[in-house]
């Protein structure tokens, strides 16, 4: 059973950074392909980001594309997401998820989820 554990979300004010990180336990990390979905309060869970099993492919939304990156360490059984130049419109709720479909951005692909983890930019 694959879990997910999302850390450091938290306040922060706008033009400012922040790094998400994901802890995934299971012995088949490489397998999946990881991605970062965030709602925001009143509005549907979006894709944000996502990476290939041995972190060659990577794909953005265009709403963040240039400001956050995202990488993983199979060493650690670890998915970050860094984030800078952050606006108030990017705060929301962020999850980590995988899955084994790559090149999707749809939710409904991703078998696994963590809890969630609050990133609030003030303006």
């Known amino acids: 059973q694959v879990q997910l554990v999302e850390s450091g979300g938290g306040l922060v004010q706008a033009g400012g950074s922040l790094t998400l990180s994901c802890a995934v336990s299971g012995r088949t990390f490489r397998n999946y392909v990881m991605a970062w979905f965030r709602q925001a309060p009143g509005k549907e869970r979006e894709f944000v980001s996502r990476i290939s099993g041995r972190g060659i492919s990577t794909a953005y939304a265009d709403s963040v594309k240039d400001r956050f990156t995202i990488s993983r360490t199979i060493a650690g059984n670890t998915v970050s997401l860094q984030m800078s130049s952050l606006k108030p419109e990017d705060t929301a709720v962020y999850y980590c998820?995988?899955?084994?479909?790559?090149?999707?951005?749809?939710?409904?692909?991703?078998?696994?989820w963590g809890q969630g983890t609050q990133v609030t930019v003030s303006s």
């Open positions: 998820a995988a899955g084994v479909t790559l090149g999707t951005t749809n939710e409904r692909a991703y078998d696994h």
